[in-house]
Every structure is written in C-alpha cells, then in structure tokens.
C-alpha cells in the first residue's frame, strides 16, 4: 500500500475515533484521548500539504495502533457498553495503554520523517513562553503555549521554530482545539507564521510552580515524558531524598494504567489532588497511609465494599470522573452515598453544601472527615482491595476473556455482579477451562455487619475472616493471581501502600494536617 493510501487511511481512521470519543465525553472525562487524537491529526494534515517524501511503512505502526483504539471504542458502542466504560477502570485503563501506543508511534514516525527529509513535522510551536501580540488563547489569566511530544532525553525548545495556524478552532475547551468550520475541507488548517489567526496549543498545568517545573525540566514544548526521564527531573529539582517506596507509589498515582509515560494531564492532576508541588510527597504519603484511602476504586466497587457496613462507615478514593479530585463514599441508615471532593486549589477541596451554594472549602481531607466526624464515625478497613488476585468490578464474561491464553492455575477474585455483596473466585482448572466459585460474604443476621467469606460446600462451611485465608485454603488449585502476571507494578504499588497503612495503624492516634 502507498504512503498516500496509508495517510487516507489515518486520516479516516482518526476522524473516526475522535468522533467516537465526542460522543463518550458526555459521560466520562476522555481529554488524555482527545488531545493525542487531535496530535495524530494535526501530524496528517501537515503530511497532506508537504511536498516531501515519506516511506509508507513509516505510517503502519501509526494506523494499527489507531485501528485497534477504533475496534475497541466502537465494541463499547455496538455492544451498548458504554456504562461499562464509565464505571470500569480496568476497561479505561487497556484504551489507556492503546493510546499511549499511539503516541509513541507517532513519535518514532516523526523522529522518522525528520531524519529522512530534515524537516521537523509538527506539532511545533513557538518555543518562547512569551505571548505574541494577538490571537493567543488565555487560560487563568496567563498565556499557555505548547508543542507535545515525547522524549527520552532532556529536550530543549528550538527558537526557530514555526507557529502552526489553526484556524476557527474552540479555546473554551482545556484539551487541544478541534476545527469547526463549515467547509469543504475535512482537515485543520496549518499556516507557518500565521501569528495574528494562531490559537496555540495549551499547556494543561494550571499550577504555576507545577508548569515552571515542568518547563524547566522537559522544555516548554513537552507533553509527554517516560518514567525514567520524569524521575531523574523530579529528584534533580524537587525530592533528591525520595524514597523508593515514594518512587514506585509516586508513578502508580501518576500512571496507573503503567503506560510508560507520564503527561502533562496526569501531572496536572497529582498537583492539583497532592500539590503545592514541594508538599507532593509528604501529602501523598499522609492521605495513601490514611485507613480510610482506597485509591483507584469506581464508586460501583465502593458501593460493594460499603454496603454490608454500619452507618457512619466511610472511605476516600480518587475520582473516576473529576481527574485530580477524590470522593467520599460513606454508608447512612442503611444506603450508600458518595459525595464529590473537588480540588479547588490553591484553597484546598471543595464538597457541595445546602446553606452555601458555592459549596464549603476544606484546606485538606484531614479537615474535611475531621469537620463531618459526627456521621462519619468509623474508617472502613478491608485489605481486599490492595490484594494482588482482586480485580473488583468485573463481570464473568470479562473474566473469561482476562484470563485466555494464561496457564492453569491462573486466577483472580472478583464481585459477583449477579449475587451482590458476594464475591466470585475465576479460575484455569487443570483442562485449562476458565470456572467460577461463588465466595459467600458472611454477614450478621441483625446488624448486616460483615463477619467473614465462605465457599459454599458441605452442610456446615467454613467461615474465613478474610478472602486471602480462603485463598490459601484452595492453593493447590490457585497459584497464580493474574495481576501477578499483566501488571506486576500495581501489585508492588499496592503492597507499598498497605505497608503505609500497617505503619500507620501502629502509631499513637494523631491528627494530621
């Protein structure tokens, strides 16, 4: 197939999926998607004006990425599984890890193309972070310009740099601007030099000593750096001393789909739930080590863990819908609630109100359980979560599919969507076929308290206090957690937050602030 074919292809192909991720923004924040789209675009429409020669099997890499992100966005709508999307994070984090891919190979193809023709494809914008006289987007009161890329090195801005034009784009948005215009074009319009009709693309790190640091660090034209890269930076600038448990629990917040890669949405995000930037680490630490943090759950996972508890009952996770921001979740008279706590910086985290419509301010989560103590009575405290077999919100179709092509003795512990509060354990027998055994969640018959798990066999079933104790129980059979196997870093990630906790439950009670 020719270079020009392949390009057609991208185009059709990326249209197709930004199309796609319009119509699932209305439910669930897809920036990170939409802006690495609208990169690959603006990419093509450069190859579709330039007069240089380009290899096509320079693009192949490129449009199978973006064809594989296709497959699957259209699988959520064909199969109506929309829904599935918002509440799963498991399922947010595979697009994830396709997306990322796409970023790279648009990054390989441009080092690519820039060795071949010694020309530099875009996105390049003015290196300078000074704004032009006119057309500039503004965002919080400061001007924002930017040239995504990926690096494996430090990269420096390059003065010569041509401004892209493009022309009728949105600023209203934070990710980047999509063309609008009623014409006979398909594609964004690029004019180099075109400084008065220029909206540039925006840097997305509202924090202000968060931006300088990422300037200085990566260059102002860098939207994506890979860990090792990013590490380096941050203990050169910011925590020289930074331990290696607050290494490996620093990138789980950051990239928790383990992509590689660490954004300037991602980073965005960790100041504004963790920030000011010097204060990272010390408040990551005190809110991870807290009893009542639960991390990368979704509100359907924190609705299962809470619903056999008293009222009073509460825990604290990440957002899966306000990027930066956490959410409480917390059981009353019977019923679960979850309540938003928006970051609102640099004043802290906001939750609505009924006698303030702008909501009330809290300087720290701290703060915040310590105000509403008097229905917020006890921490919830299961290790479930952090355990590296559980994989929460899944339904059996999914684990069927998860567990293919793993050996026997694979495994992996999940809800019982159909037989809520209970759990299911899914596993490869010896034939290599994928069964499921109900774990029944053992509850008191007057309080609806959680006592323990039981896997239902004889007249009379054990009664274990925890689901690894039942684990341990069926070892010959479950060997091998499939976490273990696809994500190895999570579970070292959470076994260092639960080694936080267990630290921190050894200490004499105090307040933290």
Known sequence: MSGDSLLERCSDTNQSVLQILKKIEKEEDVTEFITTVQLVQITINFLLKSEKKYGGEQLKAILTSLEEFQTELQALLSGNKLVRFVASIRLRRKLEGIMAQVHENLEAFKRS????????????LASSIEPP?????????????ANPVVIGESRTSNPSAPY??????????????????SSSSDHLSLEPNDMEESILLSVLIDDKAGRNFWFSAFGSETFMVHHDVFLKRWKDKISPEMTKDEEVLLLYVLDNSYTGNINQHRFNELIKGFGPINEVLNNMKSIMS????????NKQEADMLLRTEPSGTYLIRFSSTQPGSFALGYTIEGKVSHILIKAFKPLGFVVPSKDKPEGRIFSTLFELVDCYKAFLSRSYWNPLSFESFFEGDMSSAEADEALSGYLPGTFLVRFSLNHPPNLCISHKDAKGVVCHTLIQAVTDPSSGRLLGYSVPMGSTPTVYPQVNN???YYGSTLKVPLKKLTNPNWVDANARAQKWKEERRKLPPQRIT
């Open 470 to 472: 039942v684990i341990e």
């Open 290 to 297: 807290s009893p009542w943090f639960y991390g990368f759950l």
């Open 113 to 124: 193309f820039r060795e071949r023709t010694k020309v530099a494809p875009p996105p390049v």
């Open 133 to 145: 006289k006119s057309g500039i987007a503004e965002r919080s009161g400061s001007w924002r310009g």
């Open 164 to 181: 892209l034009s493009l022309r009728g784009a949105s600023t209203s948005s934070s990710s980047l601007p999509v063309d609008n215009r």
